[in-house]
Nanobody, 122 residues
Framework: VQLQASGGGLVQAGGSLTLSCVAS????????FGWIRQAPGKERELVSR????????YYALSMKGRATISRDSAKNTVYLQMNALKPEDTAVYYC????????????????WGKGTLVTVFQ
């Protein structure tokens, strides 16, 4: 499985970014996807997760109301739209794929891609 994340960058506080993750190697529609972030010196945090048919989503409390996860089966792509970004959102964001039970753990995935860096400045 390959997961190619993109869309990170430098953004001013209050701004928006949309991260994309193109998946290949397994049937897209059979997998859940998640976005996990890790800031320097901090634990990994599951930012958001979407189940295989898009009917169930999860958002970390820290991102609730500011993020939207979605998936496009035609493009084998998962998106994370983030609004009203704050400096504390600065982290490397990883896309992950899995077929384990839907949990809120950042570790309950089978595959992780290389991250994309999001830096939010005041």
């Amino acid at each position: 499985v390959q997961l190619q994340a993109s869309g990170g960058g430098l953004v001013q506080a209050g701004g928006s970014l949309t991260l994309s993750c193109v998946a290949s190697g397994r049937t897209f529609g059979d997998s859940d996807f998640g976005w996990i972030r890790q800031a320097p010196g901090k634990e990994r945090e599951l930012v958001s997760r979407i189940n295989k048919n898009g009917g169930i989503t999860y958002y970390a409390l820290s991102m609730k109301g500011r993020a939207t996860i979605s998936r496009d089966s035609a493009k084998n792509t998962v998106y994370l739209q983030m609004n009203a970004l704050k400096p504390e959102d600065t982290a490397v964001y990883y896309c992950a794929e899995g077929r384990k039970a839907f949990t809120t753990s950042p570790y309950d995935f089978d595959y992780w891609g290389k991250g994309t860096l999001v830096t939010v400045f005041q």
